[in-house]
């Protein structure tokens, strides 16, 4: 029923930028809080970013605090991660979810690499 498509990682060096999308389908997008989550190989997946639908409330993880920016498009049903000075820590596959929904798509990797 929801379908989640992740999409824009790559490879890129430190302090790099990449922009991730996540084209979304299967629910009422406009009216979903929607999260950005990732997983690094060895580790448990951790929350990255949260949007309110209106996409008025934001809220990050310390981490990336400053370096990244959630939004969201309700017209085109996709979300949107814009990732800043990239560090290696960063490097993981990147996940969007349906906020209290239990689904998850491919996701997309995102490599921070010299």
């Known amino acids: 029923q929801v379908q989640l498509v992740e999409s824009g990682g790559d490879l890129v060096q430190p302090g790099g930028s990449l922009r991730l999308s996540c084209a979304a389908s299967?629910?009422?997008?406009?009216?979903?809080?929607m999260n950005w989550y990732r997983q690094a190989l060895g580790k448990e997946r951790e929350f990255v970013a949260l949007i309110s639908n209106t996409g008025t409330f934001t809220n990050y993880a310390d981490s990336v605090k400053g370096r990244f920016t959630v939004s969201g498009d309700n017209a085109k049903n996709t979300l949107y991660l814009q990732m800043n000075r990239l560090k290696t820590e960063d490097t993981a596959v990147y996940y969007c979810k349906v906020n209290l929904v239990p689904h998850w798509g491919q996701g997309t990797q995102v490599t921070v690499s010299s």
């Open positions: 299967g629910f009422p997008f406009s009216s979903y809080f």
